[in-house]
């Protein structure tokens, strides 16, 4: 259920723009498993965890919010009937949102126009295959095979509801992240399936992104940032959507295109680590490396209990033939946490 609260919370910055949650992918990527690991590593100010149980259709949540200020942390366990999708759902968003905000407006964001569900078996399907999404980007090994399984909750979660939009867009996305297709291969896959998303909720920002991406494998440059363009104008954030419009860009022809995503992308979030390591990662690998050292050495700054920044700001120095302030950024590395990388 993770992904889908961080679905709703998503969709309260593109309301107010006040808070953003931090990708599930980019937790799996950067291996964030537990609340230090978020603070030290994401730079979290905040950390939702919890766990829940389902007993027949009674669902029992146990959340945990913890303030990264204080070291404070507000407990709350929610019990309702599985089936009260809407209202379980926006009362856990609307305390977690109002944990982290007291001075909220009364009126918060429904949820009602991200293709949601009212039918509780389409929902639990659909978030094991939003989950299964989730594993495959940290499992290359079982890639494949946790693609296959998601493509088959998606696919049950439109049996038990025939409009549900993000599970449609689900099915599309599946073939997008199958990298053993074809770029043209994918895109025929997935389009049909992201075209009856929107047929349903036209602006949803998953099925446009796909859709960004099936008109880029098939050379319709207009196309791909049109779809990309209509995620933006609601959602100007959403990094997903920059780094989409960058790729277009260098696709058909902008080599900059990547590099200003990332210039963007860290403009709108001046507090997010993980965007100022992948910008210096392509900036390393583009024989930039004073550029990524730019960038790396925020990720110290964000991040300073991390010993991934210090290791990065290591390989730049060695990269510029620093040899000396290069093996001190190494054994700084080591000074906040030894390991083999």
Not at 35 to 55: N, S
Not at 58 to 79: H, M
Not at 130 to 159: C, V
Not at 189 to 194: I, V
Request: hydrophobic share 40%; aromatic share 10%; with cysteine.
């Amino acid at each position: 259920l993770s992904i889908v609260i961080n679905d709703r919370l998503t969709e309260l910055e593109s309301a107010g723009g006040w808070l953003w949650a931090v990708p599930p992918g980019d937790l799996v990527r950067n291996t964030v498993f537990d609340r230090d690991l978020a603070v030290r590593r994401m730079g979290a100010d905040y950390v939702i965890t919890g766990a829940g149980t389902l007993d027949g259709n009674i669902l029992t949540l146990e959340v945990s919010l913890f303030d990264r200020s204080t070291g404070s942390e507000k407990l709350r366990q929610f019990v309702d009937s599985y089936a009260n999708l809407q209202t379980w759902q926006m009362d856990l968003v609307d305390w977690l949102a109002r944990g982290v905000d007291p001075r909220l407006p009364d009126n918060l964001p429904s949820g009602r126009g991200l293709g949601c569900t009212n039918v509780p078996d389409a929902f639990l399907s659909y978030s094991r295959g939003r989950g299964l999404m989730a594993l495959a980007d940290g499992q290359p090994g079982r890639r494949a095979a946790l693609l296959e399984e998601a493509g088959s909750f998606f696919a049950k979660a439109i049996d038990a509801d025939s409009s549900f939009a993000c599970a449609w867009t689900g099915l599309g996305s599946r073939y997008i992240a199958d990298g053993s297709l074809e770029p043209g291969d994918r895109a025929d896959r997935a389009a049909p399936f992201l075209e009856r998303a929107l047929g349903f909720e036209p602006s949803h920002p998953r099925a446009r992104l796909g859709l960004a991406e099936v008109a880029r494998a098939r050379g319709d440059s207009a196309a791909a940032i049109g779809h990309v363009q209509v995620v933006l104008e609601t959602q100007p954030a959403n990094l997903q959507a920059i780094h989409s419009q960058g790729r277009t860009r260098e696709y058909f022809g902008d080599p900059d295109g990547v590099a200003d995503a990332y210039r963007r992308a860290v403009e709108k979030r001046p507090d997010y680590p993980h965007e100022y390591r992948q910008a210096g990662i392509f900036h390393y690998f583009r024989h930039e490396p004073l550029r990524a050292l730019e960038y790396w050495k925020q990720v110290i700054d964000l991040t300073p209990e991390d010993y991934f920044g210090y290791n990065l700001v290591g390989t730049a120095y060695f990269k510029l033939d620093r040899w000396g302030e290069s093996r001190s950024w190494f054994e700084k590395s080591l000074d906040v946490e030894p390991s083999p990388t």
